[in-house]
C-alpha cells in the first residue's frame, strides 16, 4: 500500500467515522455541541492537509483499488477545493446553525458531503462515479430541507426532484457506455466503432446541464437557491454540481468528448 492510498484511507475513516459519531455522541448540550462542532472542523482539515500532502510528495498519476480511482493532479485540486470550501462553510455557518434543532445533523452531512465529492473527483469507474454522486446528492437533498421551515421544504423538495430526474438520466448515460465499452472503467479504451456511444454522451450531457444548471436546462435554479436558506445553498456550490465532468474525463472517453 503506497502512501497515496494510505492517506485516502485515513481521509475516508475520518469521514466516516466523525460524522457517525456526532449522531450517537450528541445530548443537546450546548458544550457538547461546541466539542463536536471543532471534532468537525479538525476532521475537514486534517482532510485538507492529506490531499495536500497527496498533491506535493505522491506520484502525479497513479491508479488504486483495482482500478477504480485515479489519483491525479486534477483530482487533487478538485479535492482541494470541496475541502477549503467545508472549512469555510463550517466557520461561517457555525453562529446561524446553533439555534438550529437539527444542528448535528447538519455538521455530519456536511462531512459525508465532502467524502462523496473526494471519491467523485478520483472516480474511473462508472459504480464509484454513480455510488460517490449518490452519497453527496442524498446529503445535499436532506441539507436542503434540514430547517424544515415551509420555504426549505418547498425549495428542497423541487431540489430533490430535479436531482432524481438529473440522476435517472444519467444512470441511463452510463447503461449505453457500459454496454458500448463492454467494461465499467472509463479508462480503457474504446472500440473500434462503438454503436451507441454517442447516445450515451447526450444522456451524460444533459444530466450534468442538469446539475450545474447548464442552459437550457437552468428554469429550477432560481426558485431553488432563492427559497432554501443560504447555508444549505452554499453546500451544494461546496460540492460543484457536477464539477467533475465540467470538463472532459481523463483516457479515451474524454478524448472522445472533446473532438
Partial sequence: ?????????????????IPLSIIYIYDGSERRFGWLFYS????????????MAQLIYGVSTVEIFSGTLELNTSGYILSL????????????SQNQVRSWSARSSFISLVLL???????????SNVLVVVTSWALASAATYAISMIVKDPKS???????????IVSSSIMIFGFAFLVSTTGTLSLLDPLPSSPPFLELALIFLVVAFSFKIGAFPFH??????????????????????EGH??????AGPIGSTVAR
Fill in 1 to 17: 500500500m503506497n502512501f497515496q492510498e494510505l492517506s485516502l484511507l485515513v481521509q475516508s475513516l475520518i469521514l466516516v467515522v
Fill in 40 to 51: 468537525s472542523l479538525a476532521a475537514a482539515l486534517v482532510s485538507f492537509l492529506l490531499t
Fill in 81 to 92: 477545493a470541496a475541502e477549503l470550501s467545508t472549512l469555510v462553510v463550517l466557520i461561517g
Fill in 113 to 123: 458531503t465532502l467524502l462523496g465529492v473526494i471519491y467523485l473527483s478520483f472516480a
Fill in 153 to 163: 421544504v418547498d425549495g428542497g423538495i423541487k431540489y430533490l426532484i430535479m436531482g
Fill in 219 to 240: 428554469a429550477w435554479l432560481p426558485d431553488v437557491y432563492t427559497e432554501e436558506r443560504q447555508d444549505s445553498s452554499l453546500i451544494r456550490l461546496k460540492r460543484g
Fill in 244 to 249: 467533475r465532468y465540467c470538463s472532459p474525463p
